[in-house]
């Protein structure tokens, strides 16, 4: 229902009415010009030591991450993500973890020695 792990997902829009969890390493395949939008009821949650892998020339600055779980975004230990994510909630970033994105939340964005890089415009 809502778990990615090892897919490859196409550029789109899609929508989740549960959690999205990354458990193993997922693609997002497409060119520099393609979009993928996430919409999230849930929260998400990445495993440690995973990885969201943009192939194709996908961009991490075309990646939109809405969450609307009652906890937010948790991204865990050693991971690696990518995309905007404009979350209701608060987004934890673990330990370890890297982020080539934004990270946008109503309450709070906690992060545990992390690098976080601004996709080129």
Partial sequence: AGDISGQTLEPGLYKWGTDVLINTDVTLAGGANDIWIFQVSGDVIQAANTEVILSGGALAKNIFWQVAGSTGVALNTNASFAGIVLAIKGIT?????????????????????????????
Avoid: D, E, H, Y
Wanted: hydrophobic share 35%; net charge positive; proline share 3%.
């Fill in 93 to 121: 970033v673990n330990t370890g973890t890297t982020v080539n994105g934004r990270l946008f939340s109503q309450t709070a964005v906690t992060l545990k020695m992390n690098t976080i890089t601004q996709p080129a415009q």
